[in-house]
């Protein structure tokens, strides 16, 4: 069965206080891997696709890597607006019509 | 430019209420979503439409009926739900068929359901 788990929950930075967010997955043929935003009673929001070991995609103050068990999103010098929760989902060969998403982590930025 | 729009954004509907709603996207996009999130919870597919037609119905209750009348629209018609439906719904699309894995999936505002 595909598994999805992110780390941590919740997460509390102060301003300009670089961090990263983990998501580990246990699947079996990854086609995709995905990370959204989502605010407080809104859509995700999409940020990045990566298919393969080694990719590396930035937006911003955003930069998301892949290895074959785990993804990272490094968020640099973060601001309040960067608040939210990000979810990681990732759609497989024995899964190709959906997504199976992790629990997500709640980002708070301070001032 | 990635766009869903859903309407209604809010909805409050009584336990014996008929109520709809509404989605729509412009990118030509031939796959189709519902979704469902509960608080503090990741979305949970319902259902998915390929090329109009209803591809996957993830044991959804029948007091919820998606229609798709075209490309563009996608409708969630609901009756008799039950308090514990409220909830926010997720319309989402992705481009190509529903089974070519990898495509992105974009997702809308959602609407907010209160069943009371």
């Known amino acids: 069965e595909d598994q999805v788990t992110q780390s941590p929950e919740a997460l509390r930075l102060q301003e300009g206080e670089s961090s990263s967010l983990n998501c580990s997955y246990t699947v079996s043929g990854l086609r995709g891997l995905f990370w959204y935003r989502q605010d407080p009673g809104k859509g995700p929001e999409f940020l990045f696709t990566l298919y393969s070991a080694g990719e590396e995609k930035e937006k911003e103050r955003l930069k998301a890597t892949l290895t074959k068990k785990e993804s990272f999103l490094h968020i640099t010098a973060p601001k309040p607006e960067d608040s939210a929760t990000y979810l990681c989902?990732?759609?497989?060969?024995?899964?190709?019509?959906?997504?199976?998403f992790g629990s997500g982590t709640q980002l708070t930025v301070l001032p | 430019d990635t766009e869903v729009t859903q309407t209604p954004k809010h909805l409050v509907m009584g336990m014996t209420n008929k109520k709809s709603l509404k989605c729509e996207q412009h990118m030509g996009h031939r796959a189709m979503y519902w979704y469902k999130q509960k608080a503090k919870k990741p979305p949970e597919l319902m259902f998915v439409?390929?090329?109009?037609?209803?591809?996957i119905n993830e044991s959804v209750p029948s007091r919820f009926s998606p229609e798709c009348p075209n490309s563009s629209l996608l409708n969630l018609h609901l009756h008799a739900l039950q308090p514990e439906d409220s909830a926010l719904y997720l319309c989402?699309?992705?481009?190509?068929?529903?089974?070519?894995?990898?495509?992105?999936?974009?997702f809308g505002e959602g609407s907010w359901l209160t069943v009371v």
């Open positions: 989902a990732v759609r497989t060969s024995g899964s190709a019509r959906q997504l199976t």
């Open positions: 989402a699309s992705s481009q190509g068929s529903v089974g070519t894995s990898g495509n992105t999936i974009y």
């Open positions: 439409y390929s090329y109009e037609k209803l591809s």
